[in-house]
Structure formats: C-alpha cells, structure tokens
C-alpha cells in the first residue's frame, strides 16, 4: 500500500514570497491533516479535512496560509506571503475515519527555509 | 500553551537495557495517548497508543504506562537495540474533539551499542 506522498521535499524561498505544497494521502482516506513542525517542537496541527470539507483550522493563520482538498482527495498548502518563522517541516497526515485513534499516518514532511 | 510536555530532549541508553521515555499531559479531558517514532527525514510513525480506561499496553518489546492521576505516561523499551535510535514524540487526543493530536517536543533516543 502506497503511503502519503508530499512534495517538494526541501523549498527555500525568500520571505515575502509564496510557496505551495502538495499532499496525496493515501487512497480511501477520509480525513487529511496538514501540520506545522518548528525545529525543537513536536508538529501542530494547522488545518484538518474530512472528505473536502474542513473539520478545524482554529489554528491556522488565515491572513497568509490557506489550504484546500478538492475532490476530497489531493490537498495543497500554501504560504502567501511567507515570513521568516513559517520555516518549518510541513506534515501531511491522513486517516481512514476522523475518529480518535491510532490510524494518522504521516508523509516525510515538506521541510521550508524562508531567508 | 504547551499541553503535552516532554521534558528531556535526549536519552542515551546501553544495547540490551531499559529504554524509559517520560511524558506529562496538562489537560484532564485527554483520553487517548500515543507514541510515535521519527527517523530523520521521515514522517512520524505510530508505535503505541493507550486508551484513557486502561493503565498499561504492550506490545512485544514497547509497553505504555499511563498515570492518569498524575498526568503521566511513559514509554518502556526492553531491550533497547540500535535501531530504536529515533526521535519519540508523545500525543493526545481528546475524543469530544475528534482527532487533533497534540504532541510533545519530542525525545531524542540514542541506544549505544
């Protein structure tokens, strides 16, 4: 079974630019996460789909961040525009249902530098 | 407000010893507890969870304690083995909620051979 693919790997931009991620979670999963891991601290959760349809995203700042999953399935990020501290590891997570448990499973992560 | 706390960034341990991973949670609502592993350049990958109803899950080498009176749940490793070297984070989760995780900063576990 194939599991969740995220790309580009590694981005560097210079602040004030945009940048976009991609996420394919794994087929026949319902729920998708994005979330946000700063070197030193454990990853947290910026937004949270079911199906196409947002769950959460109380933590996500809207002002430059935005995310969408058309058709339920595919999900992009993105930072518009970005700031120094957006540097990070950017995770994408899904799961079958959106119930708690232990079925998140977790892509290799999106890791940005803003200069 | 960090809800999920991991206060030691790094652990060393023999081959063949204990591994004892430590975490302490703020918010009594939390009712499901995880585990989960991280190699560099890799996503995390769950290891073990415990449910709120029970004080102890294991499996094979991992067991997980969970002290509710406390707020306290630890990880066990025996025997530690070099590939068990990984980062450890800890999560919750709180099922009124549905399934945001919160994690820990995690701990780097480095098992000497």
């Known amino acids: 079974e194939a599991g969740v693919a995220q790309s580009p790997r590694y981005k560097i931009i210079e602040k004030r630019q945009s940048v976009a991620f991609w996420c394919n979670p794994i087929?026949?999963?319902?729920?998708l996460y994005w979330y946000q891991q700063i070197l030193g601290q454990g990853p947290k959760l910026l937004i949270q789909?079911?199906?196409?349809?947002?769950?959460?995203d109380s933590q996500l700042p809207k002002d430059r961040f935005s995310a969408e999953r058309l058709k339920g399935v595919d999900s992009t990020l993105k930072i518009q525009p970005a700031k120094l501290e957006d540097s990070a590891v950017y995770l994408c997570?899904?799961?079958?249902?959106?119930?708690?448990?232990?079925?998140?499973?977790f892509g290799p992560g999106t890791r940005l530098t803003v200069l | 407000d960090q809800q999920v706390k991991q206060n030691s960034p790094s652990l060393s341990v023999q081959e063949g010893r204990i591994s004892i991973l430590n975490c302490d949670y703020t918010n009594s609502m939390f009712d499901y507890f995880l585990w989960y592993k991280k190699y560099p350049a890799e996503g995390p990958t769950f290891l073990i969870s415990?449910?709120?109803?029970?004080d102890k899950n294991e499996d094979g080498r991992f067991t997980v304690f969970l002290n509710k009176s406390a707020k306290h749940l630890s990880l066990h490793i025996v025997p530690s083995q070099p590939g068990d070297s990984a980062v450890y984070f800890c999560a919750a989760s709180r099922s009124d909620t549905g399934n945001q995780f919160y994690f820990g900063t995690g701990t780097s576990l480095t098992v000497i051979p």
């Open positions: 087929s026949g999963h319902a729920t």
């Open positions: 415990i449910s709120s109803i029970k």
């Open positions: 997570a899904s799961s079958l249902r959106g119930v708690h448990s232990n079925e998140q499973f």
């Open positions: 789909f079911q199906n196409n349809g947002v769950v959460d």
